[in-house]
């Protein structure tokens, strides 16, 4: 079984120190059911993608976390990356997705923490480790941790903030000095491979947070 489209990637200006979703990997279910909440356009090929929309994306079932519409006890994992952030009651879409999920179950589920605004199609919450595991209360933690760090997050915040100064109001100008400003700032996210390795400080700046959690 392949689950390699499930490591993480690097974007332009962010540098992945860990990756987080290799727990969740290994422990899928390949025989069994599983589905893939929010899917965007990551299309997992045996999972079942639902998505809120079609829009720019392949989904399988067109629907609402916060209504799931599937039968108890149905899936074997659930994968919701990046997407509860959107979600309009992120607590209804964990209960519907304790509902749906087999004991014994297995879900990754990642939020943003830090990050410019980017409604997919809202954007209306931010999450800590603990504010996520609050949802979640009647879960085992398999794995927890945090996304990317400090340099790629505040570069990423800076770029933008530069542009818009740049920008004389001009969304023209503003697209053209944020992928200048992105390119400068290229080779500094590598520090986030030092920042990484300080462990005894505390990390507070920080892209995301992520769980592998089991259903009891
Ligand atoms: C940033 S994308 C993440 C896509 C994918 N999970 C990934 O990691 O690449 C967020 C996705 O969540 C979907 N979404 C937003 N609200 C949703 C909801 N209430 N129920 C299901 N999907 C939702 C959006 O349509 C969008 O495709």
């Not at 025989?31 to 299309?43: D, H, T």
């Not at 879900?107 to 997919?120: D, L, N, Q, R």
């Not at 100008?173 to 590598?190: A, D, E, G, R, T």
């Amino acid at each position: 079984m392949k689950l390699g489209f499930l490591k993480s990637s690097d974007t332009f200006l962010d540098y992945n120190v860990v990756d987080k979703k290799n727990k969740f990997a290994c422990l899928v279910d390949a025989k069994g059911k599983n589905l893939n909440l929010g899917c965007g356009s990551k299309y997992i090929k045996w999972f079942v993608n639902l998505d809120i929309n079609t829009q720019n994306k392949k989904v399988d079932i067109v629907g609402k976390g916060e209504f799931l519409p599937f039968k108890d006890g149905v899936f074997s994992s659930v994968y919701i990356d990046h997407v509860l952030e959107y979600t309009s009651r992120p607590w209804q879409v964990a209960a519907e997705v304790k509902r749906v999920l087999k004991s014994g179950g297995i879900v990754y589920v990642s939020a943003a923490f830090i990050y410019a605004y980017h409604p997919h199609p809202q954007d209306n919450f931010r999450f800590t480790l603990s504010g996520l595991k609050n949802l979640f209360p009647e879960f085992e933690v398999v794995e927890e941790g945090i996304g990317k760090m400090g340099f790629s997050v505040s570069l990423n915040l800076l770029a933008y903030s530069l542009a818009g100064i740049c920008s004389f109001n001009s969304q023209v100008l503003f697209n053209i000095f944020s992928i200048l400003f992105k390119i400068v700032f290229f080779p500094f996210k590598y520090l986030d491979i030092i920042l990484f390795r300080f462990k005894n400080i505390p990390m507070d700046v920080f892209s995301n947070v992520f769980l592998v959690l089991k259903k009891q």
